[in-house]
């Protein structure tokens, strides 16, 4: 099985390392915006100058962008993979996606003879070097069948969430669990702070008792030492992720009281410049400029 992969970025690169390191023929689109690909060029993957070329070449096609309108204009716009997939073969969008854009751009690869099987990825780029990424999967049973081997080349844990669309239904519903508790948490450490609240009780409270869990420890470091390392993720990529998870509610006419008010918070953030901030410096910036 040949795999082409697009997308070589923080964690396309672990992604695409462990493809090549565990006996996948690898090969990938040299672009701008790629980590370095010289362990990978030095492992064997060879790289394609055109996006359309690599899928014409490519069994197996992954994709690893940022988000709905860059898996449209690699399938459909500038990269024109559409016109260049084999019948029989199999494009994996490991991306975060709007799932009715997911579903319709899985229609148009259906069109081609080909089948759409979406992976989204929740953990950081160390456990996709690692290849200890969970992947949350939507697509044909038969299909997720024949690609489960080369998915676990650099996942650890796999969720089949049903049909097309569902995988990256089940990483906006993470996504939002994920970033607006730990976004609920800054505020409130925010207002703590402000009225010189030991951070190290509070902290120590939260952890056993109902507010404990995986959130509060990938901010905890922030509010007790200021480091943000546990959670490199920018308010901008929330903001994304966040607002994806609300346009999806819209159009399933759903409640979306809470997710809105983090969308707020986040979009607040981002007119002020602060995007490129990552989520647990909320701590920091949610604070009155007094203080």
């Known amino acids: 099985m040949k795999v082409g992969l697009i997308g070589v970025g923080l964690m396309g690169h672990g992604i695409a390392k462990n493809i090549v390191t565990k006996g996948w023929e690898l090969s990938f689109l040299d672009q701008v915006g790629n980590q370095s ?3 990978l ?32 204009d690699v399938l459909t ?4 993979v559409l016109d260049g997939l084999r019948p029989g073969s199999i ?20 069109d081609k003879g080909s089948d759409f099987v979406d992976a989204a990825m929740t953990r950081t780029p160390k456990e ?29 844990n796999i969720f ?34 402000q009225d010189g609240m030991d951070t190290t009780a509070m902290v120590d409270c939260l952890r056993k008792g109902g507010a404990g869990g995986a959130a509060l420890e990938r901010v905890a470091p ?17 903001y994304k992720d966040v607002g994806y998870y609300n346009t999806m509610a819209e159009e399933m006419d759903a409640a979306r009281l809470m997710s809105k008010a983090a969308y ?23 604070q009155s400029p007094s203080q």
Request: proline content about 2%.
């Open 91 to 110: 494009v994996i969008d490991c991306s975060t996606a709007i799932p009715s854009s997911t579903r319709a751009l899985a229609a148009k690869v259906g």
């Open 222 to 238: 922030y509010i007790l030492e200021g480091n943000a390392d546990l959670l490199r993720f920018t308010i901008n990529n929330a």
């Open 77 to 80: 716009g500038s990269g024109a």
């Open 37 to 39: 690909t010289t362990d």
């Open 160 to 193: 089949i969430a049903g049909d097309v669309g569902s995988g990256h239904q089940l990483k906006l519903i993470h996504n939002i669990i994920s970033m607006g508790t730990i976004a609920l948490i800054a505020e409130v450490a925010a207002c703590a702070i």
């Open 41 to 72: 060029l030095e492992l064997g993957a060879k790289p394609y100058d055109k996006a359309v070329d690599l899928a014409a070449a490519s069994d197996v096609l992954v994709l690893c962008v940022t988000g709905s309108p860059q898996v449209e």
């Open 264 to 286: 707020d918070t986040l979009a607040g953030q981002i007119d002020q410049g602060k995007g490129s901030a990552f989520m647990p410096e909320l701590v920091k910036l949610l």
């Open 128 to 156: 996709a070097e690692e290849g200890r990424l969970n992947l949350l999967v939507g697509g044909k049973e038969e299909s997720i069948t024949r690609i489960r081997s080369l998915l676990e080349s650099f996942a650890e």
